[in-house]
């Protein structure tokens, strides 16, 4: 757009870059945490394509929906994937957060607490 034009009409508000401009394929960046997941191997792709790691920037996509594949850590749980809508012109970065799974163990003693004979303090 030329300096002093103004722009008018309803398409001028929706027209997202100026007529005649080069616009750039959309990228994806994304970066995984805790560290200690990447450090454990935690990584990520598109689609059936290469391995990648946190951090990494993929450039030159096409636009529209994009699976992200995400690798579990060494020993962790399958984390699963998710699909990234892809705008041209944009570079999109996502954050994703490994969490750990907890487990908790209670015993019970005496043996006669675990038969249902004793009541817990205060019921």
């Keep these: 757009m030329r300096s002093g034009a103004t722009r008018r009409g309803p398409t001028a508000a929706r027209?997202?870059?100026?007529?005649?401009?080069?616009v750039l394929p959309p990228s994806l960046r994304?970066?995984?945490?805790?560290?200690?997941?990447?450090?454990?191997?935690?990584?990520w792709m598109i689609e059936s394509g290469l391995w990648r790691n946190s951090g990494d920037n993929v450039q030159g996509l096409a636009p529209g929906d994009h699976t992200v594949v995400y690798k579990p850590p060494s020993g962790g749980p399958e984390p699963g994937s998710e699909t990234v809508t892809l705008t041209n012109g944009l570079a999109t970065t996502?954050?994703?957060?490994?969490?750990?799974?907890?487990?908790?163990?209670?015993?019970?003693?005496?043996?006669?607490?675990?038969a249902g004979r004793r009541r817990l303090a205060g019921r």
């Excluded at 027209?15 to 080069?22: D, L, N, V, Y």
């Design 30 to 43: 994304v970066l995984l945490q805790p560290p200690e997941a990447v450090a454990a191997g935690a990584g």
């Design 15 to 22: 027209r997202p870059f100026e007529p005649g401009s080069i």
């Design 94 to 114: 996502i954050t994703r957060l490994y969490l750990q799974d907890a487990a908790i163990r209670i015993g019970l003693q005496p043996a006669d607490a675990v």
